[in-house]
């Protein structure tokens, strides 16, 4: 059972599985889903020399992290090129959402205090899952981790551009009660030199600083546990903007956006007996923006000076059955409120109901598991125009015909609402837009050896993927008079493969992990345009990383290399807009040591990552230039 | 767009002439002119403004002329290209993004002078000068010193400017105060008449208004005379030299239609919506564009201007005053039905024994305004069901001038 969990980063980085994962996989309610296609441990990630979520994230297949580049640079994840609105980001089961825009920012989002993060090819099906996990065209699923001792982690990172961040985690444990409290910094220059056309320039008006406040308190209960988080970030930060051409004297930005984030989240777990179970969970989000182009800084700048106040209040049901030890099902209701208020576009205020429920069946059997389930999504705005309605259907099969061998597939369809921008905040506004819909569907072939001290890993996945009512934004009659239609076609077939081997002796080990992704992403959205047939914008039909680890005694070594074949900024792929191939790779040196000090035992690791080590220019988003070689040194202490 | 050049088939050899672009069979289109130049807008922020050139005597589409012909100028032609107009042998470009006005030859497009304007609009001339409208004053006025270094003096005034720019020198000479973001400009009798938009503070607290006014300015003074209301959201303006100022209204999306006004040099407070009292409704006469050419206004309307969730048909149309006192005028609808995305403009009459029968469209179509557009020609007198000629251009073609 282990096998089909132990996943590929987990035994790279030679974790054992979390234990309260391993324990939940023994009870007889919890059938399994299919296997996630990439899960890692945080402290896997780390040892891997990867600093956020996004370093993390953007080694997967079939994973395309958008990046404007620096700390303070949007990052947001598209998976299998459904489209960033339709991947979901949930920390312990609970939607990171945005109502305004659809997008997380994973550039916000810390590693400190999660365990794992794992991406599901088809659909994460386990027991007690809100119905908005189901409902989402694919999802990056946080976990984090539970206070099990009292420790004190305090860690520094700094380095080039000016970057500091230090850090701190605390954890207490009283009796079957564990509190945390854990704090972070960031802040960045983001002052990194570019190539601007035949010179060099320095990136302005990059700079961040925010801090990242959290607590949380959780138990057990007899058959129960319960959880309760409280999330505070703010955050100041500069956008570079484009690089363009500009008359001399003018900058290309003074814009600044301060945030203030704050969210509350409970969830209480009971078993009722061996066969019933209930989850309940709750949020309420608050998460204020305050944008401004401060003209008087910039002669170019759209005087814009707005403020954005985005609420949510979530709460979810969840019941669980399981009939006998072959079949269970799932009943998941959740209602969601969002609200935004904001003086910008003749001060429009979107509110929304919505509605999500989900009905999910699990049967397994000697060598076969089986997973389908039906959701539907119901949204009004304000109580205005017509519901939004969406009937999502799931169906996936797991078939382990030999002990290292096992053969997925699934066939999913999936929608995504329209986002308070796409609906109000255009100024053509259009109340007809339609829920966008992805249609997914993939095999995956799983095989694992174990021979000695050597173990292999492999996995196939070819994907077929199809969105359709593509919501596109139209400018109307000029640059600056925007809609949103309903007319996008894109049809998307790929192909990904990941292989892994580990070696591991007394004091030694090493893993090698491979990863490739073609993905023909084909624009059909108008027959007879320049643009029918292309290659979506920024999607390559080549992508490749490999990641090395090797350890000996208390040193770590990692290097990763990421490729990323030739993209074109639009869908008419021509020389004009295409994003020539690009290469980065990253080292980490790390060495942990054990300390007596102030009457007690220390564990420390120090590293130092160097990322973009052969400094290679590139771009990921046209106009955004990424940094050259750069540093971060670490100091870690676990007391 | 309002200069055109005394007609000459010289064909000088110039050093744009090994460009190589697509071969077009012109079927008698321009004739009698040089070049057509196409300045494709660009997507904001993208960087991505092309200057096309369409050589008329030897049918050659040559598209980013002026990148090719200038491959030392950093970033090509900059960011969304707003206006292009010709005087005598320079073309001039206004570049709204990138806060430059380009001056280039008209024979091969190789630059003569960059001209820093904040957030430039639409460009006139007289003998003298250029008069360039910007938003500037939207977000910040300010002066230049002697280098040309720019400095903000108000960044909270929201009203825009008409830059003066000498023609000799190409150097800033002055700033008028006129409306909210300003958009087109023309010249006539020594005034300039300048359109107020409001197109940016309609959506912007405090006022969340658009402006409804037209500046006049003196030129020789460089002073405002007088500002008119005319209607919500004014977007371009035409002289058609004999007194008569056309300025049109974008309407407000919502409830304000599009329409076409006109009004007279000699009483410029007297402002009539064109159609008004004939048997043609004014509601019934849409503006998405215009563009005026042998004395007349042509416009591209559409009906379902408030509904932007159907395809839209787009028909044709102008309007020619025939009689200055009693402001009669002479509305014509033509039969081309044009459906896509139709941007920007041109007209142009036919050269020989066609000359006072036929005029050509040339159309520049957005298509999804992200990816390149194209240009294309039609007759504009007869619907034969056929497009003389088709190319495809960069994005989304708006702005046309004929040499």
Not at chain 1, 103 to 109: A, I, K, M, S
Not at chain 1, 448 to 460: A, D, L, M, Q
Not at chain 1, 466 to 488: C, Y
Not at chain 2, 43 to 67: E, H, I, K, P
């Given at each position: 059972?282990l096998?089909i969990?132990?996943?590929?980063?987990?035994?790279?980085c030679?974790q054992?599985?979390?234990?309260?994962?391993?324990?939940?996989?023994?009870?007889?309610?919890?059938?399994?889903?299919?296997?996630?296609?990439?899960?890692?441990?945080?402290?896997?990630?780390?040892?891997?020399?990867?600093?956020?979520?996004?370093?993390?994230?953007?080694?997967?297949?079939?994973?395309?992290?958008?990046?404007?580049?620096?700390?303070?640079?949007?990052?947001?994840?598209?998976?299998?090129?459904?489209?960033?609105?339709?991947?979901?980001?949930?920390l312990?089961?609970?939607?990171?959402?945005?109502?305004?825009?659809?997008q997380v920012?994973?550039?916000?989002?810390?590693?400190?205090?999660?365990?794992?993060?794992?991406?599901?090819?088809a659909?994460?099906?386990?027991?007690l899952?809100?119905?908005?996990?189901?409902?989402?065209?694919?999802?990056?699923?946080?976990?984090?981790?539970?206070?099990?001792?009292?420790?004190?982690?305090?860690?520094?990172?700094?380095?080039?551009?000016?970057?500091?961040?230090?850090?701190?985690?605390?954890?207490?444990?009283?009796?079957?009660i564990?509190?945390?409290?854990?704090?972070?910094?960031v802040?960045?220059?983001?002052?990194?030199?570019?190539?601007?056309?035949?010179?060099?320039?320095?990136?302005e008006?990059?700079?961040?600083?925010?801090?990242?406040?959290?607590?949380?308190?959780?138990?057990?209960?007899?058959?129960?546990?319960?959880?309760?988080?409280?999330?505070?970030?703010?955050?100041?930060?500069?956008?570079?903007?484009?690089?363009?051409?500009?008359?001399?004297?003018?900058?290309?930005?003074?814009?600044?956006?301060?945030d203030?984030?704050?969210?509350?989240?409970m969830?209480?777990?009971?078993?009722?007996?061996?066969?019933?179970?209930?989850?309940?969970?709750?949020?309420y989000?608050?998460?204020?923006?305050?944008?401004?182009?401060?003209?008087?800084?910039?002669?170019?700048?759209?005087?814009?000076?707005?403020?954005?106040?985005?609420?949510?209040?979530?709460?979810s049901a969840?019941?669980?059955?399981?009939?006998?030890?072959k079949?269970?099902?799932?009943?998941?209701?959740?209602?969601?409120?969002?609200?935004?208020?904001?003086?910008?576009?003749?001060?429009?205020?979107?509110?929304?109901?919505?509605?999500?429920?989900?009905?999910?069946a699990?049967?397994?059997?000697?060598s076969?598991r089986?997973?389908?389930?039906?959701?539907?999504?119901?949204?009004?705005?304000?109580?205005?125009?017509?519901?939004?309605?969406?009937?999502?259907?799931?169906?996936?099969?797991?078939?382990?015909?030999?002990?290292?061998?096992?053969?997925?597939?699934?066939?999913?369809?999936?929608?995504?609402?329209?986002?308070?921008?796409?609906?109000?905040?255009?100024?053509?506004?259009?109340?007809?837009?339609?829920?966008?819909?992805?249609?997914?569907?993939?095999?995956?072939?799983?095989?694992?050896?174990?021979?000695?001290?050597?173990?292999?890993?492999?996995?196939?996945?070819?994907?077929?993927?199809?969105v359709?009512?593509?919501?596109?934004?139209?400018?109307?009659?000029?640059?600056?008079?925007?809609?949103?239609?309903?007319?996008?076609?894109?049809?998307?077939?790929g192909?990904d493969?990941?292989?892994?081997?580990?070696?591991?002796?007394?004091d030694?080990?090493?893993?090698?992990?491979?990863?490739?992704?073609?993905?023909?992403?084909?624009?059909?959205?108008?027959?007879?345009?320049?643009?029918?047939?292309?290659q979506?914008?920024?999607?390559?039909?080549?992508?490749?990383?490999a990641?090395?680890?090797?350890?000996?005694?208390?040193?770590?070594?990692?290097?990763?290399?990421?490729?990323?074949?030739?993209?074109?900024?639009?869908?008419?792929?021509?020389?004009?807009?295409?994003?020539?191939?690009?290469?980065?790779?990253?080292a980490?040196?790390?060495?942990?040591?054990?300390?007596?000090?102030?009457?007690?035992?220390?564990?420390?690791?120090?590293?130092?990552?160097?990322?973009?080590?052969?400094?290679?220019?590139?771009?990921?988003?046209?106009?955004?230039?990424?940094?050259?070689?750069?540093?971060?040194?670490?100091?870690?202490?676990?007391? | 767009?309002?200069?055109?050049?005394?007609c000459?088939?010289?064909?000088?050899?110039?050093?744009?002439?090994?460009?190589?672009?697509?071969?077009?069979?012109?079927?008698?289109?321009?004739?009698?002119?040089?070049?057509?130049?196409?300045?494709?807008?660009?997507?904001?922020?993208?960087?991505?403004a092309?200057?096309?050139?369409?050589?008329?005597?030897?049918?050659?589409?040559?598209r980013?002329?002026?990148?090719?012909?200038?491959?030392?100028?950093?970033?090509?032609?900059g960011?969304?290209?707003?206006?292009?107009?010709?005087?005598?042998?320079?073309?001039?470009?206004?570049?709204?993004?990138?806060?430059?006005?380009?001056?280039?030859?008209a024979?091969?497009?190789?630059?003569?002078?960059?001209?820093?304007?904040?957030?430039?609009?639409?460009?006139?001339?007289?003998?003298?000068?250029?008069?360039?409208?910007?938003?500037?004053?939207?977000?910040?006025?300010?002066?230049?010193?002697?280098?040309?270094?720019?400095?903000?003096?108000?960044?909270?005034?929201?009203?825009?400017?008409?830059?003066?720019?000498?023609?000799?020198?190409?150097?800033?000479?002055?700033?008028?105060?006129?409306?909210?973001?300003?958009?087109?400009?023309?010249?006539?009798?020594?005034?300039?008449?300048?359109?107020?938009?409001?197109?940016?503070?309609?959506q912007?607290?405090?006022?969340?208004?658009?402006?409804?006014?037209?500046?006049?300015?003196?030129?020789?003074?460089?002073?405002?005379?007088?500002?008119?209301?005319?209607?919500?959201?004014?977007?371009?303006?035409?002289?058609?030299?004999?007194?008569?100022?056309?300025?049109?209204?974008?309407?407000?999306?919502?409830?304000?239609?599009?329409?076409?006004?006109?009004?007279?040099?000699?009483?410029?407070?007297?402002?009539?919506?064109?159609?008004?009292?004939?048997?043609?409704?004014?509601?019934?006469?849409?503006?998405?564009?215009?563009?005026?050419?042998?004395?007349?206004?042509?416009?591209?309307?559409?009906?379902?201007?408030?509904?932007?969730?159907?395809?839209?048909?787009?028909?044709?149309?102008?309007?020619?005053?025939?009689?200055?006192?009693?402001?009669?005028?002479?509305?014509?609808l033509?039969?081309?039905?044009?459906?896509?995305?139709?941007?920007g403009?041109?007209?142009?009459?036919?050269?020989?024994?066609?000359?006072?029968?036929?005029?050509?469209?040339?159309?520049?179509?957005?298509?999804d305004?992200?990816?390149?557009g194209?240009v294309?020609?039609?007759?504009?007198?007869?619907?034969?069901?056929?497009?003389?000629?088709?190319?495809?251009?960069?994005?989304?073609?708006?702005?046309?001038?004929?040499?």
């Amino acid at each position: 059972m282990l096998s089909i969990l132990t996943v590929l980063w987990a035994a790279l980085c030679m974790q054992t599985p979390d234990t309260l994962v391993a324990a939940m996989l023994s009870a007889p309610r919890d059938l399994p889903t299919l296997k996630p296609a990439e899960e890692i441990k945080v402290t896997g990630v780390e040892a891997c020399g990867a600093a956020g979520i996004s370093e993390a994230v953007k080694r997967f297949t079939g994973v395309q992290v958008k990046d404007y580049g620096g700390l303070g640079g949007l990052k947001t994840i598209n998976v299998r090129s459904l489209g960033s609105e339709h991947v979901g980001v949930f920390l312990d089961g609970v939607q990171i959402d945005n109502a305004q825009n659809m997008q997380v920012d994973l550039g916000r989002l810390s590693l400190d205090g999660l365990s794992d993060i794992s991406l599901y090819n088809a659909q994460k099906n386990v027991r007690l899952q809100s119905a908005k996990e189901y409902a989402s065209g694919q999802a990056l699923h946080l976990v984090s981790s539970a206070p099990r001792s009292d420790a004190l982690w305090l860690r520094v990172r700094g380095g080039s551009f000016g970057t500091f961040n230090p850090s701190i985690v605390w954890d207490k444990c009283l009796g079957r009660i564990g509190l945390r409290a854990s704090a972070g910094f960031v802040g960045s220059k983001g002052n990194y030199k570019y190539p601007y056309f035949d010179t060099t320039l320095v990136r302005e008006n990059g700079d961040i600083k925010s801090l990242r406040l959290e607590a949380r308190v959780c138990g057990t209960l007899d058959k129960g546990s319960w959880d309760v988080h409280l999330y505070g970030y703010g955050s100041e930060r500069g956008f570079p903007g484009p690089v363009i051409r500009r008359a001399s004297g003018f900058p290309f930005s003074a814009e600044r956006q301060a945030d203030r984030d704050l969210f509350a989240q409970m969830s209480w777990i009971q078993d009722w007996s061996e066969y019933w179970s209930t989850a309940i969970r709750a949020k309420y989000s608050n998460n204020y923006t305050h944008y401004a182009t401060h003209p008087e800084k910039n002669p170019m700048a759209m005087p814009y000076d707005l403020h954005y106040l985005q609420q949510s209040a979530y709460i979810s049901a969840v019941q669980s059955y399981a009939v006998d030890y072959k079949w269970s099902f799932d009943l998941a209701a959740d209602l969601q409120w969002n609200s935004l208020r904001s003086d910008a576009f003749l001060s429009r205020n979107p509110r929304r109901l919505c509605f999500t429920g989900a009905l999910a069946a699990r049967y397994k059997a000697e060598s076969l598991r089986f997973c389908a389930h039906l959701a539907y999504q119901g949204a009004r705005d304000g109580g205005e125009g017509e519901p939004l309605r969406a009937w999502m259907p799931s169906l996936s099969f797991a078939w382990e015909p030999l002990e290292w061998m096992e053969l997925d597939a699934f066939a999913k369809r999936s929608y995504r609402l329209p986002s308070f921008n796409d609906l109000y905040y255009s100024l053509m506004g259009n109340s007809s837009l339609k829920p966008e819909s992805a249609f997914q569907s993939g095999l995956d072939l799983f095989i694992h050896t174990n021979s000695g001290p050597w173990r292999w890993e492999g996995r196939v996945s070819p994907y077929y993927n199809r969105v359709s009512d593509k919501i596109v934004a139209i400018p109307t009659v000029s640059q600056f008079r925007w809609t949103m239609l309903n007319i996008g076609l894109a049809d998307i077939a790929g192909l990904d493969l990941k292989g892994c081997a580990t070696l591991t002796k007394s004091d030694f080990s090493s893993s090698l992990t491979l990863r490739y992704s073609y993905q023909s992403a084909l624009d059909h959205s108008m027959p007879g345009s320049l643009t029918y047939g292309n290659q979506l914008p920024y999607i390559p039909r080549h992508s490749a990383s490999a990641d090395l680890l090797l350890k000996w005694r208390a040193w770590t070594l990692s290097w990763n290399t990421l490729y990323n074949g030739e993209r074109w900024s639009r869908s008419a792929n021509i020389a004009d807009y295409h994003i020539a191939p690009w290469s980065v790779s990253d080292a980490q040196l790390s060495r942990s040591f054990e300390l007596n000090a102030l009457g007690r035992k220390i564990s420390a690791v120090a590293s130092l990552l160097v990322s973009n080590v052969f400094s290679f220019r590139y771009e990921i988003v046209q106009g955004y230039p990424m940094p050259g070689r750069s540093i971060l040194a670490s100091v870690s202490f676990q007391i | 767009m309002l200069c055109i050049a005394a007609c000459t088939k010289d064909l000088e050899p110039s050093k744009d002439i090994l460009l190589e672009g697509d071969e077009l069979n012109l079927k008698g289109f321009g004739e009698n002119y040089r070049k057509l130049f196409v300045l494709n807008e660009g997507g904001l922020g993208a960087n991505n403004a092309t200057l096309d050139v369409l050589r008329l005597q030897r049918g050659m589409y040559v598209r980013s002329a002026f990148r090719k012909m200038n491959p030392a100028v950093s970033g090509g032609l900059g960011d969304v290209g707003n206006d292009i107009a010709l005087h005598g042998e320079e073309l001039w470009m206004v570049i709204n993004n990138s806060g430059i006005v380009e001056v280039v030859s008209a024979f091969d497009e190789t630059e003569i002078a960059a001209i820093p304007v904040p957030t430039p609009r639409n460009i006139a001339f007289d003998d003298n000068y250029a008069y360039v409208t910007s938003w500037a004053g939207a977000y910040a006025s300010g002066t230049y010193d002697d280098k040309g270094v720019y400095t903000i003096t108000d960044s909270s005034n929201p009203k825009g400017c008409v830059y003066r720019i000498n023609l000799k020198t190409k150097k800033v000479e002055g700033t008028v105060e006129v409306g909210l973001q300003p958009e087109g400009i023309a010249l006539y009798g020594g005034r300039l008449y300048v359109a107020n938009s409001g197109g940016i503070s309609s959506q912007l607290p405090p006022l969340y208004a658009y402006d409804n006014t037209l500046s006049i300015i003196d030129a020789a003074s460089f002073k405002l005379v007088q500002t008119i209301e005319v209607a919500v959201n004014l977007k371009s303006v035409w002289s058609d030299g004999k007194g008569a100022v056309y300025v049109t209204s974008m309407g407000n999306f919502w409830d304000a239609h599009t329409g076409l006004y006109v009004l007279y040099a000699d009483n410029p407070s007297k402002v009539a919506l064109v159609g008004s009292g004939t048997a043609i409704k004014p509601e019934a006469l849409h503006v998405s564009c215009s563009y005026l050419a042998d004395g007349a206004v042509y416009c591209i309307g559409t009906e379902d201007e408030f509904n932007w969730s159907v395809p839209h048909n787009y028909y044709i149309w102008s309007c020619k005053i025939t009689d200055y006192a009693s402001g009669e005028c002479t509305i014509s609808l033509y039969p081309q039905t044009l459906s896509g995305t139709p941007y920007g403009m041109a007209v142009v009459k036919a050269s020989g024994a066609e000359a006072d029968s036929k005029h050509y469209l040339v159309l520049g179509d957005a298509g999804d305004y992200f990816n390149p557009g194209t240009v294309s020609c039609y007759a504009l007198e007869f619907n034969d069901g056929e497009k003389y000629w088709s190319v495809n251009a960069g994005v989304c073609p708006g702005h046309f001038a004929i040499w």
